[in-house]
């Protein structure tokens, strides 16, 4: 098991936060999410889905979404693609599309 | 109404200028989708996901879309044809029209196309996603005909069954010849994805043939990676020739399976012909294809610099440095969507961010990746610099077989996305 890609932490980190989640704002940014949101589910998929290796984000609490881009993005927890990914988004960006995710149905 | 109809006359240029007030809001519109691919079943569902008012008519001829992602995989009995096959009941479900026919005719000025059975459609905007079609000029002795006896491949369907069949039964011991193309082409790491199965076939089923690679360029997407894999797990089975060492094909005889080179030719039992590619016919009917075959767009909306009105997708669209992929193809449909619905309210679009991550294997658990990150620059889609890239060549742990694991969520979440 290559343990840097943290798969059954992130999603456990994700689901923890998802549980205590406070009410979010509704989504009030462009049509069809901020800048490179819509990308996002090409991987992280828009619908429940069975059998994926891959978490979900929507619904996830917008922390620890901005959390993970950050960890990834400097490194200090490994990845195999997000740490290249998130290299293209500053904390502005990255703040944008974890509260549109985090407004998005669970 | 007279204020939005003059605002859309204006064409790109105006379209990306600064917002226009819109006494319509959010108005419905007649939007047409040319082509049911990863680009062309995505834009027309998430048009409609975003603004219900719309009228979007998906124009297909084929109810069965046949996926390129993973037909490598099949190719090397990992999967079956069936796995890639996807209908359109869930874009139907959508709210999307889908009219099972072709589109003949592309009438820029007067907007409308028209469907192979003398119908028009009128349209506010168009979205084109043709895909790839082949140039059937460029290798002397390469036609349709010849591809039946020395199989492309490079759309998925008949063609890859017919492939698999001549690889099963071929003798052990017969030598497979590919070729790959210059850029641009669909799916940079293809060829060598699939170079790289095709060996990891031949190394369990035909264990005396080796493959040749014939390449009509001196690098390739993820080339070390390949190479890297290829030296682990194949090691004197591939032989990759590049442009340098002779590698461009010439011109081929499908009589006999032979492809020639500037020096020398080579005569196969297994031929697998990439011929050069240009955007579907239709692009170039409707004037949005340039002198290279692909189509030139903006950066923001993806509108055709040649064609006001007309949005070019996915493989047969000049993107900048976004590389003609599946992933690629999802991504810009959806920024587009939201584009066009702001464009028909009068509204400027945002600045979009768009990436993209290719998957290939190497063998069937053995994953690399590339992915990139990309933005409107210059009047071009470019690459955001420090971002993007490809997995590290020294592999820690498992990170090899968790790649292969993500490829095949990948595929899993994006199909259910367009087509589920």
Redesign the interface.
């Known amino acids: 098991m290559y343990r840097g890609l943290l798969p059954g932490l992130a999603a456990a980190l994700l689901l923890a936060g998802s549980a205590t989640r406070a009410a979010e704002p509704p989504p009030n940014g462009p049509l069809g999410g901020p800048p490179g949101a819509s990308s996002c589910t090409g991987c992280h998929a828009s619908q429940k889905i069975a059998n994926s290796e891959i978490p979900r984000i929507a619904g996830r609490k917008a922390e620890d979404i901005v959390t993970f881009m950050r960890q990834y993005r400097s490194g200090a927890w490994p990845s195999s693609v997000m740490g290249r990914i998130a290299k293209g988004f500053d904390d502005q960006q990255i703040d944008a599309i974890a509260a549109w995710f985090a407004a998005q149905p669970e | 109404m007279s204020t939005r109809r003059h605002f859309m006359k204006l064409g790109a240029a105006a379209a990306l200028a600064p917002a226009v007030a819109s006494a319509q809001g959010a108005g419905a519109g007649r939007v047409v989708v040319v082509g049911g691919g990863f680009a062309g079943a995505t834009a027309a569902r998430?048009l409609k996901a975003?603004e219900p008012r719309l009228t979007v008519t998906l124009v297909e001829p084929n109810p069965v879309y046949t996926a390129c992602p993973f037909s490598n995989s099949v190719l090397a009995n990992l999967r079956e044809i069936d796995q890639q096959r996807f209908g359109y009941d869930g874009v139907k479900r959508a709210g999307v029209t889908v009219a099972e026919t072709s589109v003949t005719a592309v009438d820029a000025e007067g907007k409308s196309v028209t469907l192979a059975d003398g119908n028009k459609l009128s349209y506010d905007r168009l979205v084109m996603a043709p895909g790839i079609d082949f140039n059937w000029t460029a290798i002397p002795g390469y036609d349709e005909a010849a591809a039946q006896k020395m199989p492309h491949a490079w759309k998925a369907g008949a063609q890859t069954v017919l492939l698999r069949q001549q690889l099963q039964a071929m003798e052990d011991g017969g030598l497979v010849v590919m070729s790959a193309p210059a850029n641009p082409f669909r799916c940079p790491p293809g060829p060598y994805e699939r170079a790289s199965l095709i060996a990891y076939w031949l190394k369990i089923w035909k264990p005396k043939s080796k493959l040749l690679l014939l390449d009509a360029k001196d690098a390739f997407s993820k080339q070390r990676l390949f190479q890297n894999g290829w030296a682990e797990l194949y090691p004197g089975r591939i032989e990759w020739v590049s442009l340098s060492q002779g590698g461009k094909v010439t011109s081929v005889d499908p009589a006999t399976l032979t492809l020639v080179t500037e020096f020398g030719s080579h005569k196969a039992a297994v031929a697998n012909v990439i011929p050069p590619q240009r955007a579907g016919a239709i692009a170039a009917q409707a004037g949005v294809a340039d002198r290279t075959g692909w189509c030139p767009v903006e950066p923001v909306a993806f509108e055709s610099t040649l064609r006001p009105g007309i949005h070019v997708l996915g493989d047969a669209a000049i993107m900048g440095g976004m590389p003609k992929s599946a992933?690629a193809a999802?991504?810009q449909a959806?920024?587009c969507?939201?584009a066009i619905?702001?464009l028909l309210a009068g509204r400027r679009p945002?600045?979009?961010?768009?990436?993209?991550?290719c998957y290939s294997l190497v063998a069937a658990d053995y994953g690399i990746?590339i992915?990139?990150?990309y933005?409107p620059d210059k009047g071009l889609l470019a690459d955001?610099p420090?971002?993007?890239?490809t997995?590290p060549l020294e592999?820690?742990?498992?990170?090899r077989?968790?790649?292969a694991?993500?490829a095949?969520?990948?595929f899993?979440?994006?199909t259910?996305?367009v087509y589920?």
């Open positions: 998430t975003l992933f999802n991504a959806k920024v969507a939201a619905v702001e945002q600045d979009p961010i768009l990436i993209n991550t990746s992915a990139g990150v933005h955001i420090g971002a993007g890239g997995s592999a820690v742990g498992g990170l077989g968790q790649e694991l993500y095949a969520s990948w899993r979440t994006i259910a996305e589920g």
